[in-house]
Each structure stands twice: as C-alpha cells, then as structure tokens.
C-alpha cells in the first residue's frame, strides 16, 4: 500500500519512480488494464529512409497491443533564426494537438531515468489511472520544449543520459514501447 502511494505521488510531481528495478517483469505483468492508443508526436519535415523504416517495423510490431500514431509537427514552421521563436512555434504544433484528457509524456534530456520496467509500468499506470483517452509521447526539437508543453506534461522522461538526435530517440522510444507491450504481456522479447 505504500508502495503504491509513493508511486502516485511522484506521477503527480511528474516524476517516475525506477520502477523495475528488482524485477524483470512490470506489476501489470499478466493483469488486466486499459491499453490506451499511443500518439508519438516528433518535430521534423522529413525522415531518413533508414530510420521510417526502423519506426515502420515496431509500429508494425506494436499493432497487435495498441494503436500506434507517428505524428510530426512541423519544425521551425516560420523560419527563425532565434531558438526561443522556434521553440514557441514548435510548442504550438504540440500544444493544438494535444486533448486536455490526454496522458502526456514529454521525452527531456533532464527527465527522470526509467527502466524498461518502468516504461511498462508507465504504460500500465495511464491506462489504469488516467482518465486519459491517449496516450501522447512529446520529441521535441533542437532546442528542447517551451513552457506550456512543459507545465502540460503529465510526466517527463529521459531515454539516456546521452543527448539524442530527435530521430534517434524516436528509434529508441518505439522500440521501448515495443519492449515495454513484450513485459507486459509476459513475453520473451525482454528475456
């Protein structure tokens, strides 16, 4: 039980606890939740052939556990050459195409680090407690996310302690989303 409080009070704090860090499985492992659709939200115009393929794969792989959507919104849409209007107008992208019931997970260089177990747990957790319809992963730009997304932010993540190409990350996410879905149903992707 106070496991369990502790862990509600750091999602409201939007912080993720090392969730899985004795285990190999995730605590919905074998239970039963709510499998919300996943919206992978990635400034950019266009992608590597190397990397749409990548992506393409495990959004594939991802289908049979949830709907997955690869969203971009549109990079520097007015041309600055000033970081603080490219992140505005970025935001703006993110912001109009987020629902207020939405469960938001905004990717950061400085966001808590979490485990594969934790992914899944994460994944568990917005589907059980959220009232959210959707579950919407943030990969911002060059310069990182303003503000508004930032305060929105349901919780805020770091897929390494390294700084990522936004590309990259997003190779990364969709496979720790597809590692996550494989924890979950107790699968031997994750052995």
């Not at 039980?1 to 499985?25: F, Y």
């Not at 919104?73 to 007015?78: A, F």
């Not at 000033?82 to 993110?94: A, D, K, L, Y």
């Not at 319809?133 to 310069?143: E, Q, T, W």
């Amino acid at each position: 039980m106070a496991m369990c409080i502790m862990n509600a009070l750091n999602m409201k704090h939007n912080q993720v606890p090392n969730l899985g860090a004795k285990t190999r499985g995730s605590k919905y492992t074998g239970q039963s939740f709510k499998p919300l659709p996943i919206h992978i939200l990635t400034v950019g115009k266009t992608r590597s052939p190397g990397v749409q393929l990548i992506v393409k794969d495990y959004i594939d792989k991802l289908k049979p556990y949830c709907p997955v959507h690869d969203l971009r919104i549109r990079s520097n849409p007015k041309n600055s050459t000033e970081p603080r209007v490219q992140i505005e107008n970025e935001e703006t992208g993110f912001m109009n195409f987020i629902k207020p019931d939405d469960w938001v997970v905004m990717l950061d260089e400085n966001g808590m680090d979490l485990r594969s177990e934790g992914m899944a747990d994460m994944i568990g957790d917005a589907g059980n407690k959220a009232s959210g319809s959707r579950l919407v992963f943030c990969i911002g730009g060059a310069y990182g996310h303003g503000m508004k997304l930032r305060e929105r932010a349901n919780v805020k993540i770091k897929l390494s302690s390294l700084v990522l190409n936004h590309e990259i990350a997003l190779v990364v996410l969709v496979e720790q989303l597809y590692r996550a879905w494989t924890i979950l149903k107790g699968q031997k992707y994750h052995h």
